[in-house]
């Protein structure tokens, strides 16, 4: 049971260039959701996902788009790179109302 | 808008202090209340989780309180030891259409000296 994983840990990205992280999970978890974190802040919802096939904009979704084809994968897509997107993107999945669970996270850096 | 607030942002305190974490949030319509722990450079680990028709929860030298109606939320931690220092979020789950989101604080660095 390895909870929840991420792909890649670490990126550095060009202006303008693309990408995508991927998410899994093996708990069976109908929720799932992408989050960033900026130096000194707490974490901020960029898309989630109530179940498979669906996916829905969170607080800043701007310049991203995700996909759920498969109820354990929630892919996060970055079209066109920019500075601003530099950050580190994590990852959670939960049932219902209990415990949200967390990825190591996806360091990206763009220049 | 739901709005989380922590404070203090930073606190260093002895090994073997008592000591507390504050968090407060704007929006009292919440399903429950999630305190976390971060390492740097490492993802967030969950410490306790209060229900809203809770009032406090407790796991080994950790108790987290939860008064809703004033929308303030604390994390005791007794005894502290060095490898106390993390930071702590405090993150709550709205009562919204389903989203079932959290939205965090921006947390409390903590570091206990030995």
């Known amino acids: 049971n390895a909870g929840v994983t991420q792909t890649p840990k670490f990126r550095v990205l060009k202006t303008g260039q693309s990408m995508t992280l991927l998410c899994a999970q093996d708990?069976?978890?109908?929720?799932m959701y992408w989050y960033r974190q900026d130096p000194g802040m707490g974490l901020r919802l960029i898309h989630y996902?109530?179940?498979?096939?669906?996916?829905a904009k969170g607080e800043v979704p701007d310049g991203y788009n995700v996909s759920r084809l498969k109820k354990q994968n929630f892919l996060l897509g970055l079209e066109s790179a920019a500075p601003s997107q530099t950050s580190v993107y994590f990852c959670?999945?939960?049932?219902?109302?209990?415990?949200?669970?967390f990825g190591p996270g996806t360091r990206l850096t763009v220049l | 808008k739901q709005e989380v607030t922590q404070i203090p942002a930073a606190l260093s305190v002895p090994e073997g202090e008592n000591l507390v974490l504050n968090c407060s949030f704007t929006?009292?319509?919440?399903?429950?209340l999630q305190w976390f722990r971060q390492d740097p450079g490492k993802g967030l680990t969950s410490l306790l989780l209060?229900?809203?028709?809770?009032r406090e929860q407790t796991s080994g030298r950790l108790n987290a309180s939860l008064d809703k109606s004033s929308g303030r939320s604390t994390l005791y931690i007794a005894a502290s030891q060095p490898g106390d220092s993390a930071t702590y979020l405090c993150?709550?789950?709205?009562?919204?259409?389903?989203?079932?989101?959290?939205?965090f604080g921006s947390g409390t660095r903590l570091q206990v000296q030995p």
């Open positions: 959670a999945s939960r049932r219902g109302l209990d415990t949200q669970y």
């Open positions: 708990m069976n978890h109908e929720y």
């Open positions: 996902s109530v179940g498979e096939g669906t996916t």
């Open positions: 929006d009292s319509a919440i399903y429950n």
């Open positions: 209060i229900q809203s028709s809770q």
């Open positions: 993150a709550v789950s709205l009562m919204d259409t389903g989203r079932r989101a959290l939205t």
